[in-house]
């Protein structure tokens, strides 16, 4: 699973920006930053290192990890299809789905046998929009600290193209099969395709990922190259930026095929295996 451990300590000595995922990664079940982590974030930054937050949370609800972590760098949000800058309020990309597409989602979620089993989500503007309030979708918003509108059929929330759809369902394997039909129906030239976590089915704009926006923020905004960057992540969401950077950390409760992408697998985060990667590596 660990490549020689001298691959490492080169690699560690050029980091100069470390990208974080949230949930599942800083943040386990009690849905906030463990004072060890954020002290190793802390220490990472007092060395001069950069550190970002790239994840699928909307932008409003990833805002408080940012300010938490205290980053000064644009925050990365939906997978990357919105990234902003929350000192300066600009906003550097927003890549959304076009209306087309999420009609026939819509239409897609909404035959006899998947309309009972999904909660759908419609992320516009940074607002969550839902068909009706089930309880996956309750508890979904209480995590996430933001407020549910329920506007029954979702074709009259699109004037405007959404950010990010997500489908949510107890079964994963629902979840699974949505998938594989879904890339079975659109190319990735069409449509990003993923899993954040088990539950959770997300579709984003064709060139929206992890990957890029890491890309985007480091080669473009810092001018940096793959080689100084450092992520950690937990899940499939999380794999293009894996494969993007200098070093790549999976969490130890990440799937094996996440893992198996890795340079490095941490502990869990329940055992605050972030804080032991920003130690092992850039401390």
């Known amino acids: ?36 982590v954020k002290q190793a974030i802390f220490a990472a930054q007092a060395r001069g290192i950069q550190v970002a937050i790239a994840t699928g949370r909307m932008y409003s609800s990833a805002l408080r990890f940012h300010q938490d972590i205290g980053s000064t760098l644009p925050l990365m949000a939906y997978q990357g299809a919105w990234i902003q800058d929350p ?15 999420a009609h026939q989602l819509i239409d897609y979620f909404e035959q ?6 999904l909660s759908v989500h419609f992320y516009i503007n940074d607002q969550l929009y839902v068909r009706e309030l089930t309880k996956e979708t309750q508890i979904y918003a ?3 600290g933001v407020i549910a509108i329920p ?25 699974d099969k949505l998938l ?5 129906q659109y190319t990735p030239a ?42 950690i992540g937990d899940n499939f969401n999380d794999v293009e930026m894996l494969e993007y950077v200098g070093l790549g950390v999976a969490m130890g409760n990440a799937p094996t095929a996440v893992q ?13 295996g972030a804080a032991v990667a920003i130690e092992k590596f850039l401390l």
């Open 1 to 36: 699973m660990q490549k020689a451990s001298t691959d490492h300590q080169a690699a560690a000595k050029d980091i100069k920006l470390l990208v974080l995922d949230i949930d599942g990664t800083i943040a386990g079940q009690s849905n906030t930053l463990n004072p060890a």
């Open 87 to 101: 000192i300066t309020q600009k906003i550097h990309r927003h890549w959304v789905v076009s209306r087309e597409i």
């Open 112 to 117: 006899p046998e998947l309309r009972s089993l």
């Open 142 to 144: 209480e995590r996430s």
């Open 151 to 175: 506007v029954g059929d979702l074709r009259q929330v699109l004037m405007n193209e959404p950010t990010k759809i997500l489908a949510l369902c107890d079964d994963t394997d629902v979840i």
């Open 180 to 184: 594989g039909n879904l890339r079975r």
């Open 190 to 231: 069409e449509l990003y395709l993923t899993k954040s976590v088990a539950t959770f089915f997300e579709a984003t704009n064709a060139s929206v990922n992890k990957g890029t926006a890491v890309r985007y923020l480091a080669e473009e905004l810092l001018g940096l190259q793959l080689a100084n960057v450092m992520a």
């Open 260 to 272: 198996a992408i890795a340079q490095w697998v941490a502990p869990s985060v329940e055992e605050d």
